[in-house]
């Protein structure tokens, strides 16, 4: 006979004498004993099944915490390589910003002398232009030019020379 048998078979003799006693009649000694023995029948029963529902939980429990666990240090792994990988990239930024303003420094220091060696010698000349119309002469423009050409050579190896950034 099969468990789910005998339970359904001790379950209603159980009913039947939960019935007689509903009824006021009362049990015989050996119907006593029976109702005592399917009592502690269910009971054992029932503490069996709660120690196995306990054990089960506790084991789903271990295997839930283990999950965790391992997702955790996934994350954890995975925060670590993201913040490793935006620490690099915050760098190599830097680095190109550095680079960039140490390059427009430059350029901006080369258009400056090329600006000094080229303006110079022109506004020589239009200053010699200006003195050979007003004293009918034809010598003031060679020597703005020349004196102009002169003066943008100095200024541009004094820009040269000079400290470059904030002087301290």
Same mark, same amino acid.
């Given at each position: 006979m099969s468990d789910d048998a005998q339970f359904d078979s001790a379950d209603a003799r159980l009913h039947a004498l939960e019935q007689k006693v509903n009824r006021g009649e009362d049990l015989s000694e050996e119907e006593q004993d029976e109702l005592e023995r399917i009592v502690a029948k269910f009971q054992d *029963?029932? +503490? %069996?099944s709660i120690g196995d529902?306990?054990?089960r939980a506790s084991e789903k429990a271990d295997d839930l915490? !283990? *999950?965790y666990d391992k997702k955790l240090? *996934? @994350?954890e792994a995975k925060a670590r390589t993201a913040k490793a990988r935006e620490s690099v990239k915050v760098v190599s930024k830097d680095q190109m910003m550095k680079s960039d303003a140490e390059a427009a420094r430059g350029l901006g220091v080369g @258009? !400056?002398?090329?600006? +000094?060696? @080229? %303006?110079t010698p022109l506004l020589g000349l239009g200053i010699g232009w200006v @003195?050979?119309?007003r004293y009918q002469a034809n010598m003031f423009k060679g020597l703005g030019t020349v004196s102009g050409a002169v003066l943008g050579i100095i200024l541009a190896f004094w820009m040269m020379n000079r400290p470059s950034g904030p002087q301290r």
């Amino acid at each position: 006979m099969s468990d789910d048998a005998q339970f359904d078979s001790a379950d209603a003799r159980l009913h039947a004498l939960e019935q007689k006693v509903n009824r006021g009649e009362d049990l015989s000694e050996e119907e006593q004993d029976e109702l005592e023995r399917i009592v502690a029948k269910f009971q054992d *029963e029932a +503490t %069996g099944s709660i120690g196995d529902i306990n054990r089960r939980a506790s084991e789903k429990a271990d295997d839930l915490h !283990s *999950e965790y666990d391992k997702k955790l240090s *996934e @994350l954890e792994a995975k925060a670590r390589t993201a913040k490793a990988r935006e620490s690099v990239k915050v760098v190599s930024k830097d680095q190109m910003m550095k680079s960039d303003a140490e390059a427009a420094r430059g350029l901006g220091v080369g @258009l !400056s002398i090329a600006y +000094t060696i @080229l %303006g110079t010698p022109l506004l020589g000349l239009g200053i010699g232009w200006v @003195l050979d119309n007003r004293y009918q002469a034809n010598m003031f423009k060679g020597l703005g030019t020349v004196s102009g050409a002169v003066l943008g050579i100095i200024l541009a190896f004094w820009m040269m020379n000079r400290p470059s950034g904030p002087q301290r």
